[in-house]
């Protein structure tokens, strides 16, 4: 099946889950990257852990060093989304597209990702409906991204919905690169390399793994740094 033919289904699976504020292609505002967090809201994921991702994702926006990254950019903004997703059909746009240019507007969208209520849905993971609602959204907001990236979190294969290896393949057909931050958990030890084969894909992929809790924020910092300075090198970090 060609590739727009399979990304249009995938539209029309996905779609009612987008929002629907579509501005006309020539108005669209220019960025420098679309970021689009996809992160874990199952029940393997407890409260703790669930605030501690929130958390993290919040703070690295307003750090410094992500300030300096986004400024660094030849149009100096970006536009992200806070995706949450859980069981088939429980995925959420917790956090609409916004334009992030400075301490105020990266503050004021960590806030919205704490304020959030939390999704109650327990069951399996949907993360190609995470990753479908990602690459669907950024067709239908009012950005246009020099780049376009997706930001997988999580501590669990796919295990329900859509295939998560069709919705990778079309979206990186698409020009999306999708890149992953893996949640240790001792019960699954390799789980950094099914992302490697499953998840991840396009343009400088990567995956970077949480070893604990301690390290968690530090992971999203180092992946979000990569991601907005378009850069494959650790070293640097």
Not at 17 to 40: G, M
Request: glycine share 8%; aromatic share 6%; with cysteine.
């Amino acid at each position: 099946m060609p590739l727009m033919r399979q990304f249009s289904r995938l539209l029309l699976l996905i779609l009612p889950l987008v929002p629907t504020a579509q501005a006309d292609a020539q108005s669209l505002t220019p960025v420098d990257l679309e970021l689009a967090f996809v992160v874990d809201a199952s029940g393997s994921i407890d409260d703790d852990e669930f605030q501690l991702q929130r958390q993290g994702y919040a703070d690295a926006l307003s750090n410094p060093k992500i300030l300096s990254a986004i400024g660094s950019g030849f149009l100096g903004s970006v536009a992200v989304s806070y995706i949450e997703f859980s069981a088939s059909g429980c995925t959420e746009m917790s956090v609409p597209w916004a334009r992030i240019k400075d301490t105020k507007s990266a503050i004021d969208f960590g806030n919205r990702i704490l304020s959030k209520e939390r999704l109650s849905c327990s069951g399996g993971n949907a993360i190609g409906e995470g990753v479908a609602l990602a690459a669907t959204s950024m067709e239908h907001n009012i950005f246009e991204g020099t780049r376009r990236v997706i930001d997988v979190s999580g501590d669990g294969p796919n295990t329900l919905g859509i295939p998560i290896e069709v919705v990778r393949n079309v979206a990186v057909a698409n020009g999306i690169t999708i890149n992953g931050l893996v949640i240790d958990r001792p019960e699954m030890p390799d789980l950094d390399e099914y992302f490697r084969s499953s998840i991840i894909g396009g343009r400088r992929a990567f995956v970077i793994k949480a070893k604990n809790r301690q390290t968690f924020a530090a992971a999203i910092l180092k992946k979000m740094i990569l991601e907005i300075a378009d850069s494959s090198d650790f070293n640097d970090l």
